[in-house]
């Protein structure tokens, strides 16, 4: 006999959707960014879409209007820069109200290997990390003034947590930076950081860690090397972010915190 769901019991598609939530994305115009902002608005999100080219945030804000429902609209944040940060967030939180979810995903490179970076240049990249975490907290002490509940998802990368193929970039390319590996790795450890003390005030904290997404200046001869070295042989389509971005987003990944996702195709499954 077929049993009824218990009446407290959400239903699946009440756990995966993010209607009434408003979610701000920081590096939302770029090659992921702009997949997962479109992830977003479609599970009924309203997006704030985040870039350091205010530009560049309002044409893919127009964007999201025509496929989606939701006032969805850009403010200009550059993350290495504690003053835009401040400003960006507060623009943010002034014209929507209020901010559910946070997806860290905005990134300054730098291409310098272990053989030429400069002491600048790694400092540098490691400012990613302060501007990730100078906007997290001013997530957090928003949702804990509202008394709300907060999703904050922060953007690592398989290469936190293993080293990179030397053989994969030789004659190719520089090999993945060193400050790089070192932000990435400072990321997914920030993320088990911030869950355990921020749990108590409602705010969930997990990293979404991609494996091998190339974009599309990337050599032919690089992505053949690197499908060798992916058990499913091929690389990633940024499309395939928005399911698990919207899966830590949402209710559907209540009772997880402090977790590292890796969406890597089993790169770091051997």
Not at 8 to 27: H, N, Q, V
Request: hydrophobic share 40%; charged share 20%; aromatic share 8%.
């Amino acid at each position: 006999m077929h049993e009824s769901r218990p009446a407290m019991e959400p239903a699946i598609g009440d756990l995966f959707s993010l209607r009434g939530k408003t979610a701000l994305i920081t590096g939302a115009s770029g090659h992921l960014g702009a997949a997962m902002a479109r992830g977003l608005a479609e599970a009924g999100a309203r997006v704030i879409v985040s870039s350091r080219h205010l530009e560049k945030g309002e044409t893919l804000a127009a964007e999201l209007r025509e496929f989606s429902e939701g006032n969805h609209f850009a403010v200009e944040i550059d993350h290495l820069q504690e003053s835009s940060i401040q400003q960006g967030f507060s623009a943010a939180l002034s014209s929507a109200g209020q901010i559910d979810v946070m997806v860290n995903n905005g990134h300054a490179p730098s291409a310098a290997d272990w053989r030429s970076v400069t002491g600048d240049e790694f400092r540098q990249q490691l400012e990613n990390l302060t501007g990730y975490f100078l906007l997290s907290r001013l997530f957090r002490d928003q949702i804990v003034s509202r008394k709300a509940v907060g999703s904050l998802i922060l953007v690592g990368s398989m290469y936190g947590i293993v080293g990179s193929y030397p053989d994969v970039y030789e004659g190719i390319c520089s090999p993945s930076p060193v400050a790089y590996q070192a932000l990435k790795g400072g990321i997914v450890q920030m993320t088990r950081h911030l869950a355990v003390y921020w749990a108590k005030d409602q705010v969930r904290v997990n990293c979404l860690s991609p494996g091998p997404f190339p974009g599309p200046q990337v050599p032919g001869e690089l992505i053949e090397r690197l499908e060798r070295k992916c058990p499913l042989e091929r690389m990633g389509s940024p499309a395939e972010l928005k399911g698990p971005l919207v899966f830590l987003a949402s209710a559907a990944s209540s009772y997880m915190t402090g977790q590292n996702l890796l969406i890597d195709g089993g790169w770091t499954a051997w």
